[in-house]
């Protein structure tokens, strides 16, 4: 029996990376994309999500906003994501050239 199904462990168990759909999810709606916080403090995590489909992370300072690919300082969650989506396109397209 994994400790996952051990009743002895009560309900500490709980999903740690909630999906999106997830009534207990911690969500920032941003228009095209949803994010939804992972783990930390300062900096919170969040996943970000484009429809169903997960594109990487973002991070949450006292003031910006980072992604995990390039790194820079967005004044907001929305620049971040959306840099994270093209940087995450521009990858796509350069493996279907690659291939």
């Given at each position: 029996?994994?400790?996952?199904?051990?009743?002895?462990?009560?309900?500490?168990?709980?999903?740690?990376?909630?999906?999106?759909?997830?009534?207990?999810?911690?969500?920032?709606?941003?228009?095209?994309?949803?994010l939804v916080y992972c783990?930390?403090?300062?900096?919170?995590?969040?996943?970000?999500?484009?429809?169903?489909?997960?594109?990487?992370?973002?991070?949450?300072?006292?003031?910006?906003?980072?992604?995990?690919?390039?790194?820079?300082?967005?004044?907001?969650?929305?620049?971040?994501?959306?840099?994270?989506?093209?940087?995450?396109?521009?990858?796509?397209?350069?493996?279907?050239?690659?291939?």
């Amino acid at each position: 029996m994994s400790f996952i199904q051990d009743p002895n462990w009560g309900d500490c168990c709980e999903p740690i990376l909630l999906p999106p759909t997830h009534p207990n999810a911690e969500l920032v709606e941003i228009p095209g994309y949803t994010l939804v916080y992972c783990s930390g403090a300062c900096p919170k995590i969040y996943r970000v999500y484009k429809g169903e489909s997960m594109l990487g992370l973002v991070f949450q300072h006292l003031t910006h906003w980072t992604n995990e690919v390039n790194e820079k300082q967005y004044a907001k969650p929305l620049n971040a994501a959306v840099a994270l989506d093209d940087s995450a396109a521009s990858m796509a397209e350069d493996k279907t050239i690659a291939a």
